[in-house]
């Protein structure tokens, strides 16, 4: 019995410092939804942008004050009308995230870059290399740069 107890133990330790970890790192809990929506504006779609929006928007309010501006941006990709709107709030929405993970240092995960598009100059994260352009889409794909990993 008392090996059984150890072993509990030992699993909520782990369990609570994987919590602890992700909890510091608020970020992480938006970057799915996120990278949904870079992936659908690339597509040229709003297939579920307005639901990964306001699952942002719900993560960053969470945040207080220091995730307003993520929860702001979200809120405008979450009623942009078309394809156009969604791609104009998916910048503010970018360059929101990018200003607190730069600001803070928090965690964008592995394999995960900051690219930039001269022809729009705006600014995105995504993961991989390839570039998948969310403001141009299938008409200029590739157009963009890796800048830096974050």
Same mark, same amino acid.
């Given at each position: 019995?008392?090996?059984?107890?150890?072993?509990?133990?030992?699993?909520?330790?782990?369990?609570?410092?994987?919590?602890?970890?992700?909890?510091?790192?608020?970020?992480?809990?938006?970057?799915?939804?996120?990278?949904?929506?870079?992936?659908?504006?690339?597509?040229?779609?709003?297939?579920?942008?307005?639901?990964?929006?306001?699952?942002?928007?719900?993560?960053?309010?969470?945040?207080?004050?220091?995730?307003? *501006?993520?929860?702001?941006?979200?809120?405008?990709?979450?009623?942009?009308?078309?394809?156009?709107?969604?791609?104009?709030?998916?910048?503010?929405?970018?360059?929101?995230?990018?200003?607190?993970?730069?600001?803070?240092?928090?965690?964008?995960?592995?394999?995960?870059?900051?690219?930039?598009?001269?022809?729009?100059?705006?600014?995105?994260?995504?993961?991989?290399?390839?570039?998948?352009? *969310?403001?141009?889409?299938?008409?200029?794909?590739?157009?963009?740069?890796?800048?830096?990993?974050?």
């Amino acid at each position: 019995m008392t090996l059984m107890i150890r072993g509990a133990l030992f699993v909520m330790l782990v369990v609570a410092a994987t919590g602890v970890a992700r909890a510091g790192d608020p970020l992480l809990t938006m970057l799915d939804p996120y990278f949904r929506i870079q992936s659908a504006l690339s597509d040229d779609k709003t297939d579920g942008v307005k639901a990964d929006a306001a699952a942002i928007a719900t993560a960053a309010k969470a945040m207080g004050e220091s995730g307003a *501006p993520i929860a702001t941006a979200a809120d405008a990709l979450g009623s942009a009308a078309d394809l156009a709107g969604a791609r104009t709030a998916f910048s503010q929405l970018s360059d929101a995230v990018i200003a607190f993970s730069e600001s803070t240092r928090a965690e964008v995960g592995d394999g995960v870059h900051a690219m930039y598009c001269p022809m729009a100059k705006k600014q995105w994260l995504q993961k991989g290399d390839k570039v998948s352009n *969310p403001y141009y889409g299938k008409a200029m794909l590739t157009c963009g740069e890796k800048k830096k990993s974050t």
